[in-house]
């Protein structure tokens, strides 16, 4: 339960009563817009920033379509929404299921809740910026890695009513209303909702499985009001739904695995589901006083996975062999889990961008998850593995609650030394609690009772921040920046306390904070006659106590700690205006990530021994592709007619099991254009995504034998109509 509600409101509500010069205030309608951007006001001619036409045109739909539009930025998408997805940017990123994320994500000032609960749908969007390196000093959410941006449409003073409908190959079907405009002079309001269907294209070759389909509603629904003070209020909410068929997730040819049958197909006995539902709600409120500008948020997210249901049976390649000699044995895996985020925060600035501004701000959060997760795996009934006609199936049942407690503080300062000179200080402090209840059942004969466990902990850290940037002339700038930061430590739910595995170092049911300090040097450039800019920026980070995922060779998944890992890379950013109606962006990102210092033993099922310890000194950093690309071509041939043609691509990704071994997900590239039509409200869009038709996984699962990958979207073609009036 929230320990601390609504407190900021009522906080910033005593500073907003203060007497303001800004009773004149012009009855404009507000604008959401997202303070602390690394360079104030978000400038569209930067070549990190997405605009609205950008993202439309380029088809991207999701936060995982974003992989490879900022340098080193990459989402690892576990094919079920954003439930286990890994962020990562620069080498720095979250774990799949426990831990505090790296790099955070703001639609208009509102934070979201973990990485899991990230709304995956993107609609309505006026641009994205991706801000790399520590970036707690300038958000009230902790942000080690740094934050995606988004900015979504407001409303003007016009109403404005939007449809549209698009259809694909794989019976890909989008159909959207949108709405906004004024409620009265001071007053505006906005509406979107969202229908999605698919019949997916990871077909099930088994007559009593099912499809990897998709259906969704998503919507959003705001208001906003700005008094004869200036008081700006904002209130709104969103929500999702998804009914999600089968995972994408396939056996790969090279795994050894005997029920392959294809790269896109599947084999599954089962109806696999996946139900996930996810709303939030916000308030704001902003207001421009003599002291300076004030702003309070409270947003609260709920997301619900009811359930997930996987079949293990034929993507793990031990389980498919053994399923050939005994059919009638399965391995399933259910979860069910709710999240909860609130979170509140006031921050105050003040200053002049250009000379000396400030900004000081204050949050709150709290964080409850509760969750049961089963697995059904077929176990030797009489101990005797190599008895494969006394195998049979059991349960392992394991409840888990986590709850979590944040408090922070962030500050910043900023001012000019001399004419072309300019320096950024700040200071953060993060005050987390967390709690774990968990139990478990198994139906084994042979393993014993699992002790409950009921573990507390608190964590206190600073981050700090600094860069200097000096402009060599009206086209040239440098810079440096240099940080510490930190992630919490925490709990991991699927290790049973009294575990013998702990002992003897193969597995751990607490991990450490992950400390990593992050240095970049920069130089920034524009043409005088803005046609042509960009930047090119080297970055090396040092961190302690790295955090990742790794099984343990039994039925334990933990957060492990590398104890030491270097990070280092290139990064380009490119624009070009060869003439006034064509663009040209270019987003180049090379990373080099290393574990330079851990080793771990891991269990082995088949004799019940530990082997090793494994080394995984020289290892790349799991889930941090080595390079990414984004080529970008728009043009406007004439008055009516555009056409787009973008590039990507994902270097090679490393994943490691608990040995210490590397598989390796290819580097992929995808090709998508279009070509459209604009007249008087009207908007017609021929579109094809991953024209090469190229094969390619978006995950690996090194925790199943065989590594089984989540396949990506093969070629798609469609068509999209619209009309605003």
Excluded: C
Aim: hydrophobic share 30%.
């Amino acid at each position: 339960m929230i320990k601390y509600p609504l407190s900021l409101i009522l906080l910033a509500g005593t500073l907003l009563a203060q007497e303001s010069d800004s009773n004149d205030a012009k009855a404009t309608l507000p604008e959401l817009a997202v303070q602390g951007s690394s360079k104030g006001e978000i400038d569209l001619s930067r070549a990190s920033i997405l605009s609205g036409d950008t993202i439309e045109s380029s088809k991207i739909a999701s936060i995982s379509d974003l992989s490879g539009s900022s340098p080193n930025f990459y989402v690892n998408s576990n094919g079920q929404q954003s439930y286990g997805d890994v962020i990562t940017l620069r080498g720095i990123g979250n774990t799949q299921l426990f831990g505090d994320p790296a790099v955070n994500l703001y639609v208009d000032g509102i934070p979201a809740g973990s990485t899991s609960t990230y709304s995956s749908t993107l609609f309505e969007v006026e641009s994205v910026e991706i801000l790399s390196g520590s970036q707690g000093h300038r958000f009230g959410k902790n942000s080690p890695g740094g934050v995606i941006n988004i900015k979504t449409r407001r409303p003007d003073k016009n109403h404005r009513s939007k449809l549209y409908a698009s259809y694909g190959t794989f019976n890909t079907q989008n159909y959207r209303v949108l709405a906004d405009g004024p409620t009265g002079e001071n007053s505006s309001y906005y509406f979107g909702i969202n229908r999605s269907i698919t019949d997916g294209f990871a077909d099930n070759t088994n007559p009593l499985g099912n499809d990897a389909t998709s259906k969704s509603w998503n919507g959003r629904l705001g208001f906003n009001w700005v008094t004869k003070d200036g008081l700006e209020i904002g209130l709104g909410g969103t929500w999702e739904d998804f009914d999600l068929g089968a995972q994408p997730i396939v056996p790969r040819s090279t795994a050894g695995n005997s029920k392959y049958n294809g790269f896109y197909n599947r084999n599954s006995s089962i109806k696999e589901i996946g139900e996930i539902s996810n709303n939030s709600q916000y308030i704001s409120i902003k207001m421009d006083t003599d002291f300076g500008k004030i702003k309070s948020t409270t947003s609260r997210n709920f997301w619900q996975l009811d359930p997930s249901l996987l079949d293990l049976t034929f993507v793990d390649s031990q389980l498919a062999g053994l399923s050939q000699f005994r059919p009638d044995l399965d391995s399933t895996s259910k979860i069910f889990e709710e999240r909860e985020n609130i979170w509140e925060e006031l921050q105050i600035s003040g200053g002049d961008i250009e000379e000396f501004s400030w900004l000081f701000g204050i949050s709150l959060g709290q964080e409850d998850v509760t969750g049961v997760a089963t697995r059904v795996v077929p176990m030797p009934s009489d101990g005797n593995s190599s008895n494969i006609a006394g195998y049979a199936n059991y349960n392992s049942t394991t409840s888990y609650s986590f709850d979590n407690e944040k408090f922070a503080l962030h500050a910043k300062i900023s001012d000019s030394i001399g004419a072309n000179s300019n320096y950024e200080l700040g200071l953060r402090f993060d005050h987390e609690k967390k709690k774990m209840q968990r139990s478990k059942i198994n139906t084994y004969p042979f393993l014993p009772t699992v002790t409950p466990s009921n573990l507390e902990n608190s964590f206190d850290w600073f981050t700090s921040y600094a860069n200097f940037s000096h402009k060599l002339n009206e086209q040239i700038r440098f810079s440096f920046n240099s940080s510490l930061s930190q992630k919490p430590g925490g709990y991991s739910a699927y290790v049973d306390g009294n575990s013998g595995l702990i002992a003897l170092g193969i597995v751990n049911l607490e991990f450490e904070e992950e400390k990593n300090w992050a240095n970049e040097l920069k130089v920034d450039f524009l043409r005088k006659e803005k046609d042509m800019g960009g930047s090119l920026a080297v970055f090396w980070n040092d961190v302690e106590n790295y955090q990742f995922e790794k099984p343990s060779g039994s039925f334990d998944y933990f957060v492990a700690n590398a104890e030491e890992v270097e990070i280092y890379g290139l990064e380009v950013e490119l624009f070009v205006r060869p003439i006034e109606s064509s663009t040209f962006n270019l987003s180049l990102g090379i990373n080099e990530s290393e574990i330079k210092k851990h080793s771990a033993a891991s269990f082995d099922a088949t004799t019940q021994f530990p082997i090793g310890p494994h080394n995984f000194a020289g290892k790349k950093v799991p889930f941090v592709p080595e390079s990414t690309l984004g080529i970008n071509y728009r043009q406007q041939i004439n008055e009516f007619f555009y056409t787009n043609l973008g590039l990507k691509n994902i270097g090679k990704t490393s994943y490691l099991d608990q040995t210490a071994s590397e598989t390796i997900n290819d580097s992929y590239t995808l090709l998508n254009a279009n070509i459209g039509y604009a007249n008087n409200g009207w908007e017609v869009n021929l579109f094809g995504t991953n024209l090469t038709d190229e094969e390619y996984y978006t995950s690996l699962v090194s925790s199943l034998t065989g590594s089984p990958g989540i396949v990506g979207s093969p070629r798609v073609i469609g068509l999209s109509v619209s009309r605003e009036f």
